[in-house]
């Protein structure tokens, strides 16, 4: 076993399960959740920080679909495809560093000899 810190800043785990017998479940209606988050993800430059995984049942089907965010721990149900422009603004875009906002190198010194 090794054991190690997650290699992604955040996660977003969509669920796409879909239950036996026609009882209520995420999948069918997440459809293309997972393409739409991705694309942004990538067209954001965030691939290397962000990970979106489809995931099977989190046991609240009921309240579906559902998404999970790791590690702030929030959760977002009866999500509708209209709903995930804003969990981008919420989850995704705080970590988009606008080249301006980086901290300005300090000027390096130059030692001279004699
Ligand atoms: S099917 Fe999505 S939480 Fe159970």
Do not use: H
Not at 52 to 75: E, H, Q
Not at 95 to 104: F, G, H, K
């Amino acid at each position: 076993m090794e054991r190690r810190t997650a290699t992604f800043q955040k996660y977003l785990f969509v669920c796409e399960n879909v239950r036996d017998g026609g009882r209520v479940c995420c999948g069918p209606r997440s459809t293309g959740f997972v393409e739409y988050l991705k694309n942004y993800v990538k067209t954001k430059g965030l691939a290397r920080k962000v990970r979106v995984s489809r995931t099977g049942c989190l046991d609240v089907c009921a309240k579906g679909p559902n998404i999970l965010v790791f590690p702030d721990n929030v959760w977002y149900s009866a999500v509708t495809r209209e709903d995930l422009d804003q969990i981008l603004r919420e989850q995704i875009d705080p970590l988009i560093v606008e080249e301006s906002t980086l901290p300005i190198e300090p000027p390096q010194l130059r030692v001279r000899s004699c």
